[in-house]
């Protein structure tokens, strides 16, 4: 199979993790016998500095002619004080609305090894295994109109939550998709006591889920959801929610793995390349250190060999190697106890090819 | 001192909280020498049932004479399927937005007695003491306009996120106020990175936060705050934030003290009265049963004692005799470990007087 990718490194900590994740995907071709080119090309503030826009027109165009996409990440305090559009995150932004990426899904994942990295009990934590998904092109993020103005009581400021019900369907039912493979049990987090659209979305999910007999669904408001994510987590299966509760929800669930280090997502559309990119942010107080956890990235990558490239066994091949490299008990700082040995990014890189 | 008192017990476990909250406050009354008088009125589903509006003009004007507010709690599955403005919640953000009760402030205090009530770690609740400070008139509650529509791209729903630069000085100012008489830290949560909203807001506290040098400013997104209140609970001390993220936020804290059944609030104006209310909502799945946890509804009186009839040795009284059940073993049944005895709603009540 020969794929071509894009890899957008971005800033901070993006280009060591991704620049490990390209390691790992040759030694993947390579035990497999795939080919997998690569094409590089800037977004976020790298990109901002560089051309003055954070999604120059050539790095769209890249991802548009590519199978799939790898980000590392975007953002950092030199860029904080731009206006909106001159940010890192308008970027990515950006290309997500260009591609449609409408569903992002978000794994959470307990490693039986790391479980005494979280901060939660143990007990709770068992068996732990759910799936987010997070509308990615709709809601707070993109509404219309947006911005500040003059009013009688002065200066005031506005943002605007706003789906189609088409654009709520689509996600919905990916999620009812992606429940149906799970355990056929989809939680959709809303705010229907308070907000208007959440009451379109709740009816909507209970239209669409008469297509899905076989999974049952359940509705939880959100600032409940946020505490059985922590008073319960073993409860959940899959979960949708619209896009600004699932930004606040995810990074929650995070915590779960004990870790952000090891959290890996997928943004998909209906048609064109798939955008992976590991959870955590771009951490600028460690970049350049060889200090990041490549293993978000890893299991990115993951993602991507078994949603864009249907590649299932190669998937499970890395996701295999770091369960292993871990019980085998190598850490990265993040990870790592404390006094305790850890891995640099190369080292954790090199580990896991080695386990390949 | 003589304090007029409008009582408003809502639906489902509410009465119960509220009935055992009156007895508390006469035996308070009793001992240290003041006059509590009570008005009941009705909010949420029981008024709607009544009157057909959850919040009718009598209990409004009661509330407005008043010199604070008990609210024991409003909704249920029975008036869950009706339009925006005929639910049970309806009533209260009326109510709210009525009084301007701007700040809603929630105390996340773990006690002692009740650390293994939480799925945290106990290492990780040591010394965890936060005050949430969420706005409450503004925002995605109340911003016009909201609802669905027409388009090209057929029906669309939308909401709004509006707030005057007013609106958010008013309550950063009483969040720099609160966190002067804490531990001097002030965090204020917002999603600068991408919301017109939080940029006003996070430069508006900057400018604030200068009237306020001895409090330290640190700004934090709401992503990232919704994993450091799992992650190390312990760096907060006071929290402020808009509206929606405040409900998330602070519900997701509340696990920290293991069981919603322990946090009190308070939501105050500039002028009027105040507002208190237990944290926890109607669970309709326990009303009737004497089961519920009057804790938080008792720890709210102590903050209406406190902040509207500045009772401070009142209040600590109550907090006092609280604590001092909770450590001689008394337990609801939300904190009852399994197998383990627990009082009711009644004789939880009884025994916090006793101890008074
Ligand atoms: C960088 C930022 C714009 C982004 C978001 O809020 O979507 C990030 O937090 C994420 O979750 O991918
Ligand atoms: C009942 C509901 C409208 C309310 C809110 O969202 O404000 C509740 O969740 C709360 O936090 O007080």
Not at 20 to 28: G, Y
Not at 31 to 38: A, E, L
Not at 314 to 322: F, G, L, S, T
Request: one cysteine or more; hydrophobic letters at 40%; charged letters at 25%.
């Amino acid at each position: 199979m020969i794929k071509q990718i894009a890899v957008l490194p971005g800033d901070g900590i993006g280009p060591e993790v991704t620049e490990e994740a390209v390691r790992l995907l040759e030694e993947v071709g390579k035990q497999f016998g795939h080919t997998f080119q690569f094409q590089f090309a800037d977004i976020g503030g790298c990109a901002l500095d560089k051309t003055g826009t954070p999604l120059p027109e050539e790095t769209l165009q890249i991802c548009r002619e590519s199978d799939a996409i790898l980000l590392g990440a975007v953002g950092g305090p030199k860029w904080d004080h731009g206006p909106g559009e001159k940010r890192p995150e308008a970027g990515l932004l950006k290309l997500r609305k260009a591609l449609q990426l409408y569903a992002n899904l978000r794994p959470v994942i307990v490693f039986p090894a790391l479980v005494n990295a979280s901060t939660l009990k143990p007990e709770v934590l068992e068996g732990v295994n759910l799936m987010i998904i997070r509308e990615l092109t709709g809601g707070l993020y993109f509404g219309q109109p947006r911005g500040r103005k003059e009013t009688d009581e002065g200066l005031a400021v506005v943002d605007t939550l706003y789906y189609t019900e088409a654009e709520i369907e689509r996600v919905l039912r990916k999620a009812f998709e992606i429940a149906r493979l799970r355990k056929k049990h989809l939680v959709s987090v809303d705010k229907a006591n308070v907000l208007d659209s959440s009451r379109l979305w709740r009816e909507t999910a209970d239209r669409i889920g008469k297509e899905y007999p076989d999974v049952k669904l359940e509705h939880m408001l959100v600032d409940n959801a946020a505490m059985q994510l922590i008073r319960r987590p073993g409860q959940f299966d899959t979960v949708v929610t619209e896009n600004m509760f699932g930004d606040i929800l995810s990074d929650e669930a995070a915590m779960l793995s004990g870790s952000l280090g090891m959290l890996p997502s997928a943004s998909l559309s209906d048609s064109g390349p798939g955008l992976y990119e590991p959870v955590h942010g771009s951490a600028p107080d460690i970049a350049g250190q060889n200090l990041a956890n490549p293993l978000a990235t890893f299991l990115s990558v993951a993602m991507m060999l078994k949603y864009s490239f249907n590649l299932e066994q190669e998937a499970q091949a890395i996701e295999q190697a770091i369960h292993k490299v871990l019980e085998d008990g190598y850490r990265t700082r993040d990870l790592a106890q404390e006094g305790e040995r850890y891995l640099t990014t190369t080292e954790m890189g090199e580990k896991v090819r080695a386990y390949l």
